[in-house]
């Protein structure tokens, strides 16, 4: 049996459930440095309880489509945003909580934030250096649980 | 009379009074990702006391060289991140205690974090769309202070 994804655009309406879109989209909040910089202000739930926020990065071999899901995992124990450093579309896998998956690709110039504890697919950049920021909580406590499907997903355009 | 900064290279050491350099040099802290992915981990000294933190996106207008400098300012409440958003290399100028600036110009694939009451000039892209993720305070504080240079900086390769 295959069983098949289709890659939707990234909107905020549609990824609401599952966390933040992080873009510039509309007016900025603020205009800063004499007019020459807008401030899109404080775009994500970044939820760690009572751990600390901390900034990584992670480096990711690039991925090929049609990308075969075997695996999604979640973060019981705080918010994760990808934030892409180059200007290359990026796919996002999310998973509502009854496991169906579902695709999203980035435009460019967007990062996205899993609110806590949503089932996301590791990060799956298709072009570009794969480089990220990942804003995450650093904590002592495993705060990773996995979830292998049986049959895997198959996800296209 | 004119006073001119030269541009040096950025560098964990030269900068390690001011901030964090946040890249990929040496090898990752994990391999994670069924050995896909490495994770750079906890990179920057992410320090807003009690406030939050948060992701806001800054989109600036391209700075030309030789750059005039004649403001710095400080955040005497947080640590602030400037992460590129694409793989440009970046402007970044800080001062020390009495004010006197020094620049540095980043790799492509490198952000910064400016520790807790750095002084520092505004956001100073050279090349690219001007788009970055900022990391940083959350709060209901001014938490910024300013220095006018009676006399402007020239600051060039």
Redesign the interface.
């Known amino acids: 049996m295959t069983q098949n994804i289709s890659i939707s655009p990234l909107t905020e309406v549609a990824f609401a459930s599952y966390g933040d879109v992080?873009?510039?989209d509309g007016d900025?909040d603020k205009i800063?440095?004499a007019g020459?910089?807008?401030?899109?202000?404080?775009?994500?739930t970044?939820d760690v309880g009572n751990a600390?926020?901390?900034?990584?990065?992670?480096?990711?071999?690039l991925?090929q489509l049609p990308y075969q899901l075997d695996l999604v995992e979640r973060h019981p124990d705080g918010s994760q945003?990808f934030?892409?450093?180059?200007?290359d579309p990026f796919l996002v896998v999310v998973a509502d909580a009854d496991l169906q998956p579902h695709a999203f690709i980035t435009n460019p110039?967007e990062?996205i934030?899993f609110h806590r504890g949503t089932w996301h697919g590791?990060?799956t950049p298709l072009a570009?250096?794969g480089?990220f920021?990942?804003?995450d909580r650093?904590g002592d406590t495993p705060n990773l649980e996995e979830h292998h499907y049986d049959t895997p997903y198959f996800i296209n355009f």
Do not use: K, T, Y
Request: glycine letters at 12%; hydrophobic letters at 45%.
């Open positions: 992080l873009n510039c900025p800063i440095n020459l910089c807008g401030r899109f202000h404080d775009r994500a970044v600390r926020v901390g900034i990584s990065l992670f480096r990711s071999e991925r945003a934030i892409p450093m180059s200007m110039g990062g934030n590791v990060l570009g250096p480089l920021a990942v804003i650093i």
